[in-house]
């Protein structure tokens, strides 16, 4: 019997667990074992399903099985829900292994979340020494699109003669230019063209849009990775980072960024103790600055080159799946070498449904969404995949028409409705008094408060003491009775003085008649508030919450409150992009046809057209006994700014010529029952022969 750090002992049974690996996942385990630090840097480069993020669960338990510290194990993925599975995953081996019973073997690792997460505690704690103020606030994206629009304004680029670009676009190229560590006149060359000739007015905007939020103390995302890696650029505080950790280890490599990936070489220069893990066939988020050159060129950039690990057998997918999604990803323009191989059990063959429109495709989803859970799939185990969040819109109305329950992630966030964010601006004022943007907000729920007084409010807030400030301040007798509640309310939220998470509590109860008298449906937007304050309940303090709401916000209420229903059976609706590393017996993917998949807004260039490819080869990879591309033959086009809205005809996607058809199983669904109480208008065009149409261009391969 071997003991261990955490208490355990190892039995010789429990010793065996890797066993379950296949002998290439096992060399990636113990790769390295024999040496103290772990070996030198390791890559696991492999395509979907191939259990890599498994393979990286039982590396960091063999390592923490064998007395590695976890204190000292620094784990990031892309979402904060990837991250709690993954040290569940860990903590769960661990227990196994060391016969650890459920009460005593609980394991956390403090240092496992997102960049932006572990970033953001970092520079809390090393905050004076970089210059910053440690009670900063980070801004969310909608806030620095508000932000860089006040800035522009302020700098007169709202009144150009030649139109200057939007505040989204504005934000999207600084934040470009900080993540991809680009030359700003380069990447507007590369991927803005027509903002070219405006470089050195964005160079003056961002230094504008820069002081604007130091002077503020505040934080945006990019600034989250940017002050993390120049503080590992400083070689005392960068080595001092470094050697808090023994092991780092990331998943999803091939989504990482330029800042990214310099923070991980700069925490461990020599490599010795990095483990990466990723693949390049699914890299999806260019327009986020991530570059798939990280993954590609990581064993080179040490000396010598990191050791690599393939991995070929995928243990998600039905052979006939497989060969689909293998067929798919095979006609990428770089040729990716996997192809991988799967002895599951057989399955039918992936489906091509095509339907008439996407009210059929939303009947259509629905009732083989029931059919299967007749068969007894449950709705957890099913999921409906999309390009784009209002893709589901149809589908969800014909689900809350026939009482199916489900949940949404990806698209609008629970935190960007604007009842949400009144209640956060209000506890992120009190926590800093120098945050003018949600100053003027929370100001601007007083009634008559227009923005001149607003701002004056939140000038006078950030000049000093803020609460003796704030009383000093002459406001209109109208507003008395207001202001007082609202000063008596900052009283009890700054600092210390309303215990949390009582504080939370408070800040609803200020809100509510703001609410009542602000919103019409003022009750459903109750309902998210009790949630809010749910939420805030998990958290063990103010500044925690604060943080984690902002850098990687639920994406539904579902996320982070247990399941969304009583009922805890439900269906999965999800974006593509938020579905990466999960997995569901049956999927259906919405929308294949051009323009939804590759995306009317991303037909640009052939790299985007590449990762638009990707994406239906990550939606495809999600499933594992049954898959539907779901190909409505007519669509509604919205808002087209000279056409109007309009049907048009829609064709499967080019992602799925008709060589790969043999991969698939063909069908065409006509719904046999009228969609009576639908109040979806039919589509203003001549019926189409569906089913002969299709037999048509069937027969044609
Ligand atoms: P993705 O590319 O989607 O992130 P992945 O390569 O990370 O996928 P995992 O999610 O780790 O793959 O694993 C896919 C599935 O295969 C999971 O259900 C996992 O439990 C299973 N699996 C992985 N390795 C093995 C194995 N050696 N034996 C049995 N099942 C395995
Ligand atoms: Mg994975």
């Not at 572990?118 to 994206?141: C, K, N, P, Q």
């Not at 229903?565 to 919405?590: C, M, N, P, Q």
């Not at 000279?642 to 010529?657: I, T």
Request: a negative charge.
């Amino acid at each position: 019997m071997a003991s261990n750090e955490l208490g355990g002992t190892q039995t010789q049974a429990s010793r065996d667990y890797l066993d379950e690996l296949n002998p290439e996942q096992r060399c990636a385990v113990e790769f390295g074992m024999e040496d103290a630090t772990g070996g030198g840097p390791l890559l696991i480069i492999a395509g979907a399903g191939t259990g890599k993020t498994q393979t990286l669960a039982y590396r960091l338990a063999h390592l923490l099985v064998r007395g590695a510290d976890a204190r000292r194990v620094l784990l990031m993925t892309f979402s904060r829900r990837a991250a709690r599975e993954l040290e569940h995953r860990v903590g769960k081996i661990v227990q196994q292994v060391l016969n650890l019973d459920a009460g005593t073997g609980h394991l956390t690792l403090p240092w496992c979340g997102t960049f932006h997460g572990i970033g953001a505690r970092l520079l809390r704690e090393y905050a004076t020494r970089v210059g910053l103020d440690a009670s900063f606030t980070i801004l969310d994206r909608a806030d620095s699109v508000d932000l860089m629009g006040i800035v522009r304004y302020q700098q007169g680029y709202s009144e150009t003669e030649r139109r200057f670009p939007s505040k989204a676009s504005c934000l999207s190229i600084y934040s470009r230019a900080v993540n991809s560590r680009e030359p700003l006149q380069v990447l507007l060359d590369g991927a803005y063209p027509w903002c070219s000739t405006w470089k050195s007015a964005l160079d003056e905007l961002f230094a504008a849009y820069v002081a604007q939020k130091q002077a503020q103390h505040i934080l945006d995302y990019d600034d989250l990775l940017l002050y993390w890696a120049h503080m590992m650029e400083d070689p005392e505080l960068g080595g001092e980072i470094g050697a808090r950790f023994d092991h780092v280890l990331v998943d999803e490599y091939q989504d990482t960024n330029a800042l990214q990936s310099d923070i991980v070489h700069a925490l461990r220069p020599s490599g010795h103790g990095v483990t990466v893990v990723g693949d390049d066939a699914q890299s999806i988020y260019s327009f986020r600055s991530a570059t798939v050159r990280n993954i590609l060129d990581f064993a080179q950039h040490y000396q010598p080159a990191a050791a690599r690990v393939s991995l070929a057998r995928n243990y998600r997918s039905s052979p006939q799946i497989l060969s689909a999604c293998n067929a798919v990803i095979g006609l990428a323009k770089e040729g990716f070498e996997k192809r991988l191989w799967s002895d599951r059990a057989a399955t039918p063959p992936a489906e091509i449904v095509e339907v008439g429109d996407e009210t059929d495709q939303a009947q259509y989803v629905a009732r083989s969404i029931l059919e299967r859970r007749e068969t007894g799939m449950a709705l957890r185990n099913q999921a409906v995949l999309f390009r784009t969040s209002s893709h589901s819109a149809l589908l969800e109305i014909e689900l809350a028409r026939r009482d199916i329950p489900f949940v949404k992630y990806g698209g609008l966030r629970f935190l960007e409705a604007a009842h949400i964010k009144d209640v956060l601006s209000l506890l992120r004022w009190a926590d800093n008094p120098h945050h003018g943007l949600a100053a003027t907000r929370v100001a601007q729920l007083l009634p008559g408060v227009g923005p001149a007084t607003a701002s004056r409010i939140a000038g006078a807030a950030a000049s000093g003491d803020m609460l003796a400030a704030l009383d000093r301040l002459e406001i209109a007798e109208s507003l008395r009775a207001p202001w007082d509640e609202l000063r008596r309310v900052l009283r009890r939220l700054s600092k210390g003085a309303a215990r949390w998470p009582l504080a939370i509590g408070e800040a609803i109860e200020w809100y509510l008649p703001h609410l009542e008298r602000i919103y019409d449906d003022a009750r459903v937007r109750r309902i998210d508030l009790e949630d809010l304050a749910r939420m805030a309940a998990l958290h063990g303090t103010r500044e925690r919450f604060l943080t984690e709401m902002t850098l990687d916000p639920p994406e539904a209420v579902g996320d982070e409150a247990g399941a969304p229903y009583k009922d805890d059976d439900f269906l999965v609706l999800s974006t593509i992009h938020s579905a990466k590393g999960r997995e569901w017996r049956a999927v259906s993917v919405l929308n294949v046809v051009d323009g939804c998949i590759p995306s009317d807004m991303a037909t640009g260039t052939i790299a985007e057209i590449e990762e638009e490819r990707r994406l239906l080869y990550v939606a495809m990879t999600r499933a594992r006994d049954h898959l539907s591309l779901v190909v409505p033959r007519r669509f509604y086009i919205h808002q087209q700014s000279d056409k109007g809205d309009r049907h048009v005809y829609a064709q499967r996607s080019r992602f799925v010529p008709d060589a790969l058809l043999p991969h698939f199983a063909l069908s065409a669904w006509l719904p046999t029952v009228p969609l009576a109480s639908s109040s979806v208008p039919k589509p203003n065009v001549a019926p189409i022969d569906l089913a002969e149409k299709v037999r048509r261009s069937w027969e044609r391969n």
